[in-house]
């Protein structure tokens, strides 16, 4: 199933001058491996990779993903062929950077981009200029047409632009059921979003948390997680309002909350985020099984070793949960 944006986008396409058939592509990979197609309507400069469940989403080493390459006869046309184990086969195509490097800036575009010509795959909406490409089979190829890549970048002519960037985040306090405290860590296109980075030092006026990006790439993406959050299960939620500012609910009259969104560098290079009224995924009022814990950040003592102590049940903790002597 597809969705209908899609399909309404497909007349626009300016088709190839020839499409490869299933039995074209019977040489290009083996049994059992899954063989995905693609005319890039786009300029492509630099080498497309394609990530995804089979390499686990790692895009530290561009190195070492499966690369797509030209399909002999077909002008325009690339494939790539990849041993995939998982039931559920996720990826898309990257086209890395002129000096090699990965940025998940420069996948390919949303839903209405793309064109499926033969095969099974589900194309669903990602996050800002983005899709995901879920539920490919391995019984046949997967053919596709990609008109852009994301937010209709022209990789081939983008010249990168850098700026030293300060992130100022007041974030919402975080104890966890064990009693455990949470900094909130910036992620991003600045590290190929491996891992969460803690901030370099705690205003002790504001008590906001300050991350410096030295040398940062304009328009690149970042968001926020709770620090050593390895599989994005804890990061800031904030709640959805009407134009009044009053909760929205779901069917079940819930309030409903979102993950917060990504954001982008740009030319302000001092950025204030004002998180305070959000929360943590698996930090949320109420659900603790630690008897008392504050859960609000206003029994703020000090800063020590730049982070912030709390007094809590008569005792005072550092923000990773250590009692202060």
Known sequence: MFFAALVV?????????????KNDLADY???????????????????????????????????????????????????????????????????LTADGSFSWDNQTGDVASWELVAGTVN???????????????????????????????????????????TIRLNAPFCAGADGTYYDPAIIGDFNTWSEGVAANYVDE??????FELKQAEKTKA???????????????????????????????????W?????????????????YSAGRFTLCVEGTTDVEEVVVEKTAVKTIKDGQLVIEMNGKLFNILGAEVK
């Open 29 to 95: 990979y083996e049994p059992g491996q899954l063989c995905v197609c693609i005319y890039f309507e786009a300029e492509i400069c630099n080498d497309v990779v394609f990530i995804g469940t089979y390499n686990n989403w790692d895009s530290s080493n561009p190195a070492s993903m499966a690369k797509f390459s030209p399909l002999e006869g077909f002008e325009g046309w690339y494939y790539v062929a990849v041993t995939d184990t998982c039931a559920n086969i996720e990826g898309k195509p990257v086209q």
């Open 205 to 210: 006026t504001t008590f906001e948390y300050v």
């Open 9 to 21: 986008a497909v007349a626009s396409f300016a088709a190839p001058a020839t499409t490869p058939t």
């Open 222 to 256: 970042f968001k926020f997680k709770a620090l050593g959050d390895t599989d994005w299960s804890n990061q800031i939620q904030l709640q959805e309002v009407d134009e009044n500012g009053n909760p929205v609910l779901d069917e079940n009259g819930a309030e409903k």
């Open 123 to 165: 194309i669903e909406a990602g996050y800002d200029g983005e899709s995901n490409l879920k539920g490919y089979s391995t019984a046949e190829p997967v053919i596709l047409i990609s008109k852009y890549f994301k937010n209709h970048k022209d990789l081939c002519s983008y010249v990168a632009e850098y700026a030293d960037y």
């Open 258 to 274: 979102y993950d917060n969104p990504n954001l982008t560098l740009g030319d302000e290079t001092t950025i204030s985020i004002d």
